[in-house]
């Protein structure tokens, strides 16, 4: 169930992008066929529309179908569907993020950045205790530059067994020991501010975030995945711990 923050996010983005009307017809190569496309995009009202037809949009959205002014159209229910689907083609925050770049979404009226931040930050926060364990929504923040502090100041204040597989997730799986210390690397983190970077490392290994997770590990069933995926991560904290 939405919290009243998210709800406030989203009925923003509806209403400062409500501007932004479908296209009588969409620009885009044969191969796409935009006559079908636009046939599924106005099957239902904007916001019934699904993650199977939306995702498929979302992906072509500017490099192959349209331009900036109806991807902003359908963006509001873009990124309300990402919250339930972060897994869908289309729908994967850090390719929305990165598509808002495409779209060189800093150019646009600050109202619209402003609405995309508050859902952002909302977003994240509303997520971390859900039981998708990739922590897609953080990646998502330092692709589009925003304050990483902000975020892990928010992370800080959920420390639930979900909360806390996010965390296990990262240092099992994103967590290096380079050259220059410890770093995440891999899927888009390679290409973010180093910066942002090792704020979001000291956090995680900082001792509040393990108690969180040895709080966490209490909490679920022995054997269960979730009890060896946040087992796994306090592993990659010691083994990380003696490289430092």
Same mark, same amino acid.
């Given at each position: 169930?939405?919290?009243?923050?998210?709800?406030?996010?989203?009925?923003?983005?509806?209403?400062?992008?409500? *501007?932004?009307?479908?296209?009588?017809?969409?620009?885009?190569?044969?191969?796409?066929?935009?006559?079908?496309?636009?046939k599924?995009?106005?099957?239902?009202?904007?916001?019934?529309?699904?993650?199977?037809?939306?995702?498929?949009y979302?992906?072509?959205?500017?490099?192959?179908?349209?331009?900036?002014e109806?991807?902003r159209?359908?963006?509001? *229910?873009i990124l309300?569907?990402?919250?339930?689907?972060?897994a869908?083609?289309?729908?994967?925050?850090?390719?929305i993020?990165?598509?808002?770049?495409?779209? +060189?979404?800093?150019?646009?009226?600050?109202?619209?950045?402003?609405?995309? #931040?508050?859902?952002?930050?909302?977003?994240?926060?509303?997520?971390?205790?859900?039981?998708?364990?990739?922590?897609?929504?953080?990646?998502?923040?330092?692709?589009?530059?925003?304050?990483? +502090?902000?975020?892990?100041?928010?992370?800080?204040?959920?420390?639930?067994?979900?909360?806390?597989l +996010?965390?296990a997730?990262?240092?099992?799986?994103?967590m290096?020991?380079?050259?220059?210390?410890?770093?995440?690397?891999?899927?888009?983190?390679?290409?973010?501010?180093?910066?942002? *970077?090792?704020?979001i490392?000291?956090?995680l290994?900082?001792?509040?975030?393990? #108690?969180?997770?040895?709080?966490?590990?209490e909490k679920?069933?022995?054997?269960?995945?979730?009890?060896?995926?946040?087992?796994?991560?306090?592993?990659?904290?010691?083994?990380?711990?003696?490289?430092?």
């Amino acid at each position: 169930m939405q919290n009243d923050k998210l709800t406030r996010a989203i009925e923003t983005l509806y209403r400062v992008f409500a *501007r932004y009307e479908m296209p009588n017809e969409l620009q885009a190569p044969e191969y796409r066929d935009p006559e079908k496309l636009r046939k599924e995009l106005t099957s239902r009202p904007l916001r019934e529309l699904g993650a199977d037809t939306l995702g498929v949009y979302a992906s072509w959205a500017m490099t192959t179908v349209d331009g900036s002014e109806t991807f902003r159209h359908f963006l509001p *229910r873009i990124l309300e569907l990402a919250l339930d689907h972060p897994a869908y083609m289309g729908l994967e925050p850090w390719q929305i993020v990165s598509k808002l770049d495409y779209g +060189k979404w800093r150019t646009w009226p600050r109202k619209e950045q402003e609405a995309i #931040e508050a859902f952002l930050y909302a977003g994240w926060e509303f997520t971390l205790d859900d039981d998708f364990n990739s922590p897609d929504w953080l990646e998502s923040f330092v692709v589009a530059g925003l304050d990483t +502090k902000q975020a892990l100041a928010i992370w800080s204040n959920h420390s639930s067994p979900n909360a806390m597989l +996010k965390a296990a997730w990262l240092l099992s799986r994103a967590m290096v020991h380079g050259e220059n210390g410890h770093t995440l690397q891999g899927a888009y983190w390679d290409e973010t501010s180093l910066e942002a *970077r090792r704020h979001i490392v000291n956090w995680l290994l900082c001792p509040a975030t393990r #108690e969180h997770l040895e709080s966490a590990l209490e909490k679920v069933a022995a054997g269960s995945h979730e009890h060896g995926e946040l087992a796994s991560g306090i592993k990659s904290l010691d083994r990380l711990a003696t490289l430092t």
